[in-house]
Nanobody
Framework: VQLQASGGGLVQAGGSLRLSCAAS????????MAWFRQVPGKEREFVSA????????YYSDSVKGRFTISRENAKNTVYLQMNSLKPEDTALYYC??????????????????RGQGTLVTVSS
């Protein structure tokens, strides 16, 4: 099983990026999906999660109102639309999959599958 995050890059403050996470997993539509981020030297931080159906989502306070998580089960892909980006959003962004399908935040290590990161850099 692989989770491949992409879409990172360099953007100015106030700009937007959309991250994608493609999953090579059977029954993708049954998995809850989440995004995390990590700045070197700091702990990995939960960002957002979405339930298996997409009906339920959860956001950290730091991104609520600016980021939107969504999924396209037919493409085995989850997205993170990031608007009004701030320099403090600069981090490696990772996606993860939860076999129980819910959107509640879990510690990073409790996700069943965890992908590699994509780098987001926001310049001031």
């Amino acid at each position: 099983v692989q989770l491949q995050a992409s879409g990172g890059g360099l953007v100015q403050a106030g700009g937007s990026l959309r991250l994608s996470c493609a999953a090579s997993v059977r029954s993708f539509s049954s998995y809850g999906m989440a995004w995390f981020r990590q700045v070197p030297g700091k702990e990995r931080e939960f960002v957002s999660a979405i339930s298996w159906s997409g009906a339920s989502t959860y956001y950290s306070d730091s991104v609520k109102g600016r980021f939107t998580i969504s999924r396209e089960n037919a493409k085995n892909t989850v997205y993170l639309q990031m608007n009004s980006l701030k320099p403090e959003d600069t981090a490696l962004y990772y996606c993860a999959a939860d076999q129980y399908g819910n959107s509640r935040p879990l510690p990073w290590r409790e996700y069943d599958y965890r992908g590699q990161g994509t780098l987001v850099t926001v310049s001031s």
